[in-house]
């Protein structure tokens, strides 16, 4: 009986674990599509705007109207969200926590930036004008003290090695 309950534990956390992946993959593909709608509707104005400028590669042309300090527009510092590695000649590598200087942000969806590693684009959603960052750190730190509550709580893990035969024997005759 107690082996029973532990399978159809095992089954229940299974179906939780595919609903949440479902339910993540599905707001991955609207937040692509959402991604995919701004960059289309940015590109039409542009080419209604100025149809004599033309955007070269993935990435909408950057703007160039306002003073230039050095050679490069300074529009303050950012705070990287969010590891980024680039993909492109033209992107820029961060690591989360890094700031950086700003040097265009006429693009809703890509920014153009220079750090250590030096200049490129990135994606706006990746970075914050929020150099504190206080704020998220308390979350964070208050999402970790609710964690170890709950890991606390959890009752200890016990292995029945008979029922990890049972499974791999299931899993061989399923092949």
């Given at each position: 009986?107690?082996?029973?309950?532990?399978?159809?534990?095992?089954?229940?956390?299974?179906?939780?674990?595919?609903?949440?992946?479902?339910?993540?993959?599905?707001?991955?593909?609207?937040?692509?599509?959402?991604?995919?709608?701004?960059?289309?509707?940015?590109?039409?104005q542009q080419n209604t705007q100025a149809p004599s400028q033309s955007a070269s590669g993935a990435y909408p042309a950057l703007q160039s109207n306002?003073?230039?300090?050095?050679?490069?527009?300074?529009?303050?510092c950012v705070r990287a969200l969010f590891d980024f590695e680039a993909a492109e000649d033209n992107e820029i590598t961060f690591k989360a926590g890094e700031i950086f200087t700003l040097l265009d942000d006429s693009d809703p969806n890509w920014w153009k930036g220079s750090n250590r590693n030096g200049e490129g684009l990135f994606p706006a959603q990746f970075v914050t004008r929020d150099l504190g960052g206080e704020k998220e750190k308390a979350?964070?730190?208050?999402?970790?003290?609710?964690?170890?509550?709950?890991?606390?709580?959890?009752?200890?893990?016990?292995?029945?090695?008979?029922?990890?035969?049972?499974?791999?024997?299931?899993?061989?005759?399923?092949?």
């Open positions: 009986l107690e082996r029973t309950l532990k399978v159809e534990k095992a089954l229940r956390n299974r179906r939780i674990d595919r609903n949440l992946q479902a339910k993540e993959e599905a707001d991955i593909a609207k937040a692509i599509a959402l991604s995919l709608n701004d960059a289309q509707n940015t590109s039409a306002t003073t230039f300090t050095n050679g490069k527009k300074d529009l303050g979350e964070t730190k208050e999402e970790a003290k609710v964690e170890e509550g709950e890991e606390s709580s959890r009752e200890p893990v016990k292995i029945d090695p008979q029922l990890v035969e049972n499974c791999l024997e299931m899993l061989g005759d399923a092949d």
